[in-house]
């Protein structure tokens, strides 16, 4: 079975801080995705990538920046961290027939 | 850009009831997808849906896709309580998902 793996399960932050997620698959799949989660807006894609090095913004991308350097990994940086990006981060990569692999999430309070 | 609505928002039941979740969209979608997100945990595939009319079956769970092609539901018969969870549609072209807000259904014994 694919694994993704997401480095952090929780993390406090603070306001200014730069904060990295790491996401690591072990399938050797292209495509893999940042998506937050919030009550009441369910799955919002923050950036995607297709390949390595390559990034694509999704819906949501300000106040984020992504890194793609190997194909397993794929990080999530938030530049400089603010409140209202307190959230559930979820990595997902793409198996054979487009259906996702989700992470098991980073539950990221910022103060 | 697409966008998928997924209705009710929240649903409660008791247990031994029926529950259904409608996803809809203004605009033709080429599949959809459904996950189901257990209380604390992530999102998990569930099933695929490609073709007009497709319906598809696990269990106690019914999955529908449209003749247009423009929505989708989730039925499950006879609720337990290990239905609870947050289930989500998503569709998408070129391998990048949008999702609609989920349905977070509580199941009371």
Sequence with gaps: ?111 | GQQVMQIPQYQHVQEGEDFTTYCNSSTTLSNIQWYKQRPGGHPVFLIQLVKSGEVKKQKRLTFQFGEAKKNSSLHITATQTTDVGTYFCGSGNTGKLIFGQGTTLQVKP
């Design chain 1, 1 to 111: 079975d694919v694994k993704v793996t997401q480095s952090s399960r929780y993390l406090v932050k603070r306001t200014g801080e730069k904060v990295f997620l790491e996401c690591v698959q072990d399938m050797d799949h292209e495509n893999m995705f940042w998506y937050r989660q919030d009550p009441g807006l369910g799955l919002r894609l923050i950036y995607f990538s297709y390949d390595v090095k390559m990034k694509e913004k999704g819906d949501i991308p300000e106040g984020y920046s992504v890194s793609r350097e190997k194909k397993e990994r794929f990080s999530l940086i938030l530049e400089s961290a603010s409140t209202n990006q307190t959230s559930m981060y979820l990595c997902a990569s793409i198996r054979a027939g487009g259906t996702y692999t989700f992470g098991s999430g980073t539950r990221l309070t910022v103060v």
